[in-house]
């Protein structure tokens, strides 16, 4: 399941940590949360381990710097599971529901996000927490101020 940043739940003074959270946590290839982090020996880059492995299958090279080596090519030796610690970070943080703007309140861990939001009672809505709807909930929320 791949989760976008923006439904990290945050409070608007903490933005310098979600900054720093995107950098650690950011798929290079899915550009979203990283799930089930793998890296790369080559480039020292993590990547959710679907993403790297279907990269590499499908193009024979590291996705950041386009090289394995001739020893190496093309090869899943390349890649390594990442530490205890960045996983135990990505299982702490909490995300919004999908259907936050249907109603759903719900903050849940990576792990459970999924399930919950198959079973979410207000996904028959019709909307879906995305970018866009998440700027305009923004936008709002300042103009009143």
């Given at each position: 399941m791949k989760v976008n940043f923006s439904r990290i739940v945050i409070h608007p003074d903490?933005?310098?940590?979600l900054n720093m959270l995107t950098n650690l946590l950011q798929c290079k290839i899915c550009m979203?949360?990283?799930n089930d982090p793998y890296d790369c020996v080559c480039c020292n880059?993590?990547?959710?381990k679907t993403c790297i492995t279907h990269y590499i299958q499908?193009?024979?090279?590291?996705?950041?710097s386009n090289f394995f080596g001739k020893?190496?090519?093309?090869?899943?030796?390349t890649i390594?599971?990442?530490?205890?610690?960045?996983?135990?970070l990505v299982s702490s943080l909490k995300f919004n529901c999908a259907y936050q703007c249907n109603g759903c309140n719900c903050e849940l861990s990576i792990e459970d996000l999924s399930e919950h939001e198959i079973n979410c009672k207000y996904k028959n809505g019709r909307k879906v927490l995305n970018e866009s709807n998440?700027?305009?909930r923004?936008?709002?929320?300042?103009?009143?101020?």
């Open positions: 903490k933005d310098s940590i979203n949360i990283i880059q993590t990547f959710c499908m193009n024979k090279k590291c996705p950041y020893e190496n090519e093309g090869s899943m030796d390594k599971p990442s530490s205890s610690n960045l996983k135990k998440l700027n305009q923004k936008n709002s929320k300042e103009k009143d101020k």
